[in-house]
């Protein structure tokens, strides 16, 4: 089984003594969360001098849906200050920082450059090196695995809260690999600490780790879900529902308009690597669509060694433009730090690839450009592993 960067802290007194005699600041959600589903927020108040929590996108307790503000508060069960970083502040300031001595991150992040944590983890990075704090990364695992890299790096003009510069969509990083990385590449330089796991090896996948899956948001309740992510978010910038407001988001996609037939067909004499599409309806709870039957399809992995999600996601965006065009439309982004722009923008980190579906054009060829930057990425991040 795989021991995370908690629960090596913790048993390891070399590594324990990062904590010992410090005033401690904690970054934190329900994947904090020791071997055993101890809350890390809990074993560091008990056995340490814990000061405060930082909450990231969706809250310290995971339950806020996305893009929606976090609020500053008092922790119940502690009594601590419960400082935003997904308010009116996205990265600590001096007067959060206060008599604190090191900070702390403990999340579990899912292997994508658009999924927000690892962009908290950036700019909590950068407060630590301004204000002359430790970082302290307590690491996990890549649950999509550590040796595919995939999908281009982000334009200069398109790097946003969802989008870091100089990261490739799929990076293959664990967090506290990506911290070294960052704090190099991005010259921030901040007196960093990464607690290594142990038994994690790079080809391993979370359902192979022997931990327990706790969801890292609202809207990724399993592996298969963090599976097809890195593709399937590109619905997001359509309108299409991505699947919120079931118990499948990501995995079902389908809007009123469409005939789901037709495309579960479409998709599948595509011939895509690794999975299959069955057509389906569902009405969404809440989000795009909400209360209204949506026809579309469900994405079924069958292979996930074979399956790329970025290029499926990719194909879904043309069939979808080409079977509808008149019902098909981008959308805006909800990222208030991006409030103008087009989201599919956002999450690709071009308008290359917007452009060229609207005009009908060769995604090949631009899928042959990203592949040469993935392959750029997989180089560069050699210097910053850690398994």
Same mark, same amino acid.
């Given at each position: ?89 996205? #990265? ?12 702390? %991150? ?51 003009? %398109? ?12 990076? !293959? ?53 963090? $599976? ?7 619905? /997001? ?58 026809? !579309? ?39 208030? $730090? ?10 690709? !980190? ?8 609207? #005009? ?12 040469? /930057? ?5 180089? /560069? ?7």
């Amino acid at each position: 089984m795989v021991s995370t960067g908690v629960d090596v802290i913790l048993r390891d007194g070399k590594e324990r003594k990062h904590l010992i005699n410090k005033k401690l600041g904690l970054i934190t959600n329900p994947t904090g969360v020791t071997g055993s589903l101890e809350r890390t927020l809990d074993v560091l108040h008990r056995d340490f001098h814990l000061m405060a929590l930082f909450s990231p996108e969706h809250g310290l307790h995971g339950e806020i849906q996305d893009a929606l503000k976090i609020p500053e508060y008092r922790d119940d069960s502690t009594g601590l200050p419960v400082y935003s970083l997904y308010g009116d502040e996205r #990265k600590p300031t001096a007067e959060m920082l206060e008599g604190i001595d090191a900070l702390i %991150f403990d999340i579990q992040d899912i292997g994508v450059r658009f999924y927000s944590y690892i962009t908290t983890m950036v700019f909590a990075m950068e407060a630590c090196a301004e204000h002359g704090k430790e970082f302290i990364v307590l690491d996990r695992p890549n649950p999509i695995g550590g040796t595919v890299v995939s999908g281009n790096i982000i334009e200069e003009g %398109f790097t946003s809260f969802l989008g870091l510069p100089g990261l490739t969509i799929q990076h !293959g990083l664990t967090v506290g690999e990506l911290a070294i990385w960052a704090n190099e590449t991005l010259k921030i330089r901040c007196n960093l600490i990464v607690v290594k796991m142990q038994g994690w090896n790079r080809d391993t996948w979370y359902d192979e780790t022997g931990l327990p899956w706790v969801m890292p948001s609202p809207n990724m309740p399993t592996l298969d879900t963090a $599976t097809v992510f890195p593709g399937m978010c590109f619905i /997001e910038g359509i309108n299409v529902s991505e699947g919120r407001g079931t118990t499948r988001p990501f995995e079902l996609i389908g809007a009123p308009w469409m005939q789901a037939k037709s495309l579960a067909g479409a998709l599948n004499s595509e011939g895509l690597s690794g999975c299959v599409f069955r057509s389906c309806c569902f009405a969404p709870t809440f989000s795009k669509y909400a209360g209204l039957l949506c026809q !579309g399809v469900q994405v079924h992995v069958k292979d996930r060694e074979a399956f790329e999600p970025i290029a499926t996601g990719i194909v879904i965006l043309k069939t979808i433009k080409r079977l509808w065009p008149r019902q098909f439309c981008w959308v805006k982004t909800l990222e208030r $730090t991006s409030r103008g722009m087009l989201h599919i923008d956002i999450l690709a !980190g071009t308008d290359k690839l917007r452009k060229v579906i609207d #005009k009908d054009g060769d995604t090949d060829s631009l899928m042959e450009q990203w592949r040469l /930057e993935s392959w750029r990425f997989q180089e /560069e991040r050699k210097d910053f592993l850690l398994y």
